[in-house]
């Protein structure tokens, strides 16, 4: 059975961005205010807003475990927003 995350953003007129958990191959923060999602050989760049990175992966990863529903979305930690699209490029 294929299992979604999606993440919310801020972005004017943006949906959530979906990932299928299938395809995740690893999940890590950076910095206070950066973590990427791999997706095999491909780095998604989210930025977010007050140092919420570390928290917001602990979310991600929450959502990826959680038991149920097929589509589950990510629950944003409170005061911390995702104000652009991410950044997609090839894992270096």
Request: hydrophobic share 55%.
């Amino acid at each position: 059975m294929f299992k979604f995350i999606s993440i919310a953003t801020t972005v004017a007129g943006a949906q959530p961005i979906l990932f299928n958990v299938a395809n995740i191959t690893g999940i890590s923060w950076l910095t206070a205010t950066t973590f990427v999602i791999y997706t095999g050989s491909v780095k998604h760049t989210f930025i977010t807003s007050a140092a919420g990175a570390s928290s917001t992966v602990a979310a991600v990863n929450a959502a990826i475990f959680a038991q149920g529903p097929t589509l589950v979305p990510v629950a944003i930690p409170a005061g911390v927003t995702i104000s652009a699209l991410p950044t997609v490029a090839p894992v270096a």
